[in-house]
């Protein structure tokens, strides 16, 4: 499989804890994003790298959430102290231009 | 804030009609347009994208771009129960990577 991979597919947690993501891109791709989806609503962006750089970020991305794409291949999005609220399913994507192909997602619940 | 705005539905279509999704934006600097079909569970899977006013087909598939108007929408011709998804309009540009997507609209084809 070539496409946009992620894991884990689901997790759940407890309130309070620690989780991390990661997202390996198409191969040849070099910019990557992160969404963020509730139910009932469209993706909302909350960062994007090109290579290793992270060039832009939501005011979403609160200070609980970081992301990294060390050596610009696979990236990892952490959230600390995970809420309630951060229940969601986490989208990444990866681009060679401007269109954008997403992973199938990681769905997350907190307990 | 930028803003993309769709009806949500749902739209129910007979099939093998035209099912016709329509999308608004509020930002004028947008450069590219969007269109993912999102089925229950899943991720968005990329339809067609466009850049420049006018149509643009792909088999059954039509998206037509008005800049003017800030009004982008999505044709389905010979509508099969397969195309019963959501329907999610994407834009990027105006200084941003990221996509701002609408809500989505849920569309419905009726054997």
């Known amino acids: 499989d070539t496409g946009v991979s992620q894991d884990p597919r689901h997790k759940i947690t407890k309130r309070g804890q620690n989780v991390t993501f990661r997202c390996d891109p198409i191969?040849?791709?070099?910019?990557l994003y992160w969404y963020r989806q509730t139910l009932g609503q469209g993706p909302e962006f909350l960062t994007y790298f090109q290579n290793e750089a992270q060039l832009e970020k939501s005011r979403l991305l609160s200070d609980r959430f970081s992301a990294e794409r060390p050596k610009g291949s696979f990236s990892t999005l952490e959230i600390q102290r995970t809420e309630q609220g951060d229940s969601a399913m986490y989208l990444c994507?990866?681009?060679?231009?401007?269109?954008?192909?997403f992973g199938p997602g990681t769905r997350l619940l907190v307990l | 804030q930028k803003e993309v705005e769709q009806n949500s539905g749902p739209l129910s279509v007979p099939e093998g009609a035209i099912a016709s999704l329509n999308c608004t934006y509020s930002?004028?600097?947008?450069?590219?347009f969007f269109w993912y079909r999102q089925y229950s569970g899943k991720s968005p899977e990329l339809i067609m994208f466009?850049?420049?006013?006018g149509d643009k087909e792909d088999g059954r598939f039509t998206a037509q771009l008005n800049k003017a108007s800030q009004y982008v929408s999505l044709l389905i011709r010979d509508s099969q129960p397969s195309d019963s998804a959501t329907y999610l309009c994407?834009?990027?540009?105006?200084?941003?990577?990221?996509?701002?997507f609408g809500k989505g609209t849920h569309l419905i084809i009726q054997p």
């Open positions: 994507a990866s681009s060679l231009q401007e269109t954008q192909y």
């Open positions: 191969s040849e791709h070099n910019r």
């Open positions: 930002d004028r600097g947008s450069q590219s």
């Open positions: 994407a834009v990027r540009g105006g200084g941003a990577d990221g996509l701002t």
């Open positions: 466009i850049y420049s006013n």
